[in-house]
């Protein structure tokens, strides 16, 4: 009987499926990349520089230049120039590609910085006070706040006749300036009437009139705080709206944050053409962070528009009317009662300014500009 070798000396065999019937396998070699640097690191200057090498040649010649080097240093701002308008933020802007691979080359500690200093979080915490905000809200509207003109915690602990001295110090070398110091109390009576009536129209000096210029900004502390009657107008004629030779000034509050309040003053003729674009001539800022202080201060400050056509006069003229026919503190309706206000005004001459105010804000057909000339140049 043949013997039978063994399956052990026989030749390996290849047991391994047909090709066409093995799953298909690829080997994958490629890389990713980021298309950003594919535009602007691959793409060198070198091999631009290259690649138009007879070009700038010739361009260099017809410049009467020695070689590349010169002509890239007489259109360096050029090139500059359209490398900064070519590029995008980000991905083909070289600066911002050279930051972010240096910031991502930090060290951990200097990518994650430590927490705020005491300092710091003291800084936050008094933004986040009442006072900060409002001091922010002020900031950001425009308006300067009181800090900008004075250190208040000085001031705080000043007598209220020192601190009306400093305040009127503080805008004495502005020729421009409006200033007062008016006690809480009446700014209040005011700020109630202005909430109500934000808006509202004031006769201003008649063409005619000759004040001195160097008059101060009247007292509000006095107890009659209104000035010397102009003389009496002329009669108003049929087709004029209101008495010749008197312009009249178009006003409006704002309150831009809880411890401002500004007015703003424009002409009437601009306002009806422009509306809320016409520019004011003249600004006037309440700051209230002095009114609950001992003091019982709101510190006033504004400015009169250079060639606006209103003189130093007539703005201290307005601002005079602004508290005529808005403190109306003490008013009653009881025709019999003549009780003196606060300002020195008798409760008849306040009814019939209220009743001006109201009539306009209302947009009553009756309200008539001659009777507000003659109120504004009504002595009391």
Same mark, same amino acid.
């Given at each position: 009987?043949? +013997?039978?070798? @063994?399956?052990?000396?026989?030749?390996?065999?290849?047991? @391994?499926?047909?090709?066409?019937?093995?799953?298909? &396998?690829?080997? +994958?070699?490629? +890389?990713?990349?980021?298309?950003?640097?594919?535009?602007?690191?691959?793409?060198?200057?070198?091999?631009?520089?290259?690649?138009?090498?007879?070009?700038?040649? &010739?361009? =260099?010649?017809? #410049? $009467? !230049?020695?070689?590349?080097?010169? !002509?890239?240093? *007489?259109?360096?701002?050029?090139?500059?120039?359209? #490398?900064? #308008?070519?590029? *995008?933020?980000?991905?083909?802007? &070289?600066? =911002?590609?050279?930051?972010q691979a240096a910031r991502s080359s930090q060290p951990a500690a200097a990518q994650h910085p430590s927490p705020p200093s005491v300092a710091a979080q003291a800084n936050q915490a008094n933004q986040a006070s009442p006072q900060g905000e409002a001091q922010a809200a002020a900031e950001k509207s425009g308006v300067k706040t009181l800090s900008s003109f004075l250190d208040l915690e000085k001031a705080k602990g000043l007598p209220k006749r020192e601190l009306e001295s400093v305040w009127r110090l503080r805008h004495a070398n502005s020729p421009q300036s409006l200033c007062a110091a008016i006690p809480t109390p009446v700014y209040e009576s005011i700020a109630r009437t202005a909430k109500q009536h934000p808006q509202f129209i004031l006769p201003g000096l008649p063409a005619d009139s000759k004040t001195d210029d160097s008059s101060p900004v009247p007292d509000t502390n006095?107890?009659?705080?209104? %000035?010397?009657?102009?003389?009496?107008?002329?009669?108003?004629?049929?087709? @004029?709206?209101?008495?010749? $030779?008197?312009?009249?000034?178009? !006003?409006?509050?704002?309150?831009? %944050?809880?411890?401002?309040?500004?007015?703003?003053?424009?002409?009437? @003729?601009?306002?009806? *053409?422009? $509306?809320? /674009?016409?520019?004011?001539?003249?600004?006037?800022? /309440? /700051?209230?962070?002095?009114?609950? %202080?001992?003091?019982? !201060?709101?510190?006033?400050? $504004?400015? *009169?528009?250079?060639?606006?056509?209103?003189?130093?006069?007539?703005a201290r003229w307005l601002v005079l009317q602004l508290q005529k026919f808005y403190n109306l503190e003490d008013v009653t309706e009881s025709e019999g009662q003549e009780k003196e206000g606060a300002s020195g005004m008798t409760a008849e001459l306040k009814r019939r300014r209220k009743r001006l105010v109201e009539k306009f804000s209302k947009g009553d057909p009756e309200f008539k500009i001659e009777e507000l000339v003659e109120e504004a140049e009504r002595l009391g």
């Amino acid at each position: 009987m043949p +013997r039978v070798p @063994s399956t052990r000396s026989l030749p390996t065999l290849h047991r @391994s499926t047909p090709p066409i019937l093995r799953p298909f &396998q690829q080997r +994958r070699w490629a +890389r990713v990349h980021d298309v950003r640097f594919v535009t602007t690191q691959h793409q060198t200057p070198d091999r631009v520089t290259e690649r138009y090498r007879s070009k700038l040649d &010739q361009k =260099a010649k017809e #410049k $009467g !230049l020695n070689d590349i080097g010169q !002509l890239k240093e *007489v259109y360096r701002d050029k090139i500059t120039d359209l #490398k900064r #308008k070519a590029s *995008v933020p980000g991905v083909t802007d &070289q600066d =911002a590609l050279n930051e972010q691979a240096a910031r991502s080359s930090q060290p951990a500690a200097a990518q994650h910085p430590s927490p705020p200093s005491v300092a710091a979080q003291a800084n936050q915490a008094n933004q986040a006070s009442p006072q900060g905000e409002a001091q922010a809200a002020a900031e950001k509207s425009g308006v300067k706040t009181l800090s900008s003109f004075l250190d208040l915690e000085k001031a705080k602990g000043l007598p209220k006749r020192e601190l009306e001295s400093v305040w009127r110090l503080r805008h004495a070398n502005s020729p421009q300036s409006l200033c007062a110091a008016i006690p809480t109390p009446v700014y209040e009576s005011i700020a109630r009437t202005a909430k109500q009536h934000p808006q509202f129209i004031l006769p201003g000096l008649p063409a005619d009139s000759k004040t001195d210029d160097s008059s101060p900004v009247p007292d509000t502390n006095a107890e009659d705080s209104t %000035s010397s009657p102009l003389s009496q107008p002329t009669e108003p004629a049929t087709s @004029s709206p209101a008495t010749p $030779g008197t312009p009249i000034h178009f !006003l409006q509050w704002t309150f831009p %944050s809880p411890t401002t309040a500004t007015v703003l003053f424009t002409h009437l @003729s601009e306002y009806k *053409v422009r $509306g809320a /674009h016409a520019q004011p001539h003249t600004t006037l800022t /309440h /700051h209230l962070d002095l009114a609950d %202080s001992h003091q019982r !201060l709101v510190l006033c400050e $504004g400015a *009169v528009m250079p060639d606006r056509g209103v003189s130093m006069d007539e703005a201290r003229w307005l601002v005079l009317q602004l508290q005529k026919f808005y403190n109306l503190e003490d008013v009653t309706e009881s025709e019999g009662q003549e009780k003196e206000g606060a300002s020195g005004m008798t409760a008849e001459l306040k009814r019939r300014r209220k009743r001006l105010v109201e009539k306009f804000s209302k947009g009553d057909p009756e309200f008539k500009i001659e009777e507000l000339v003659e109120e504004a140049e009504r002595l009391g």
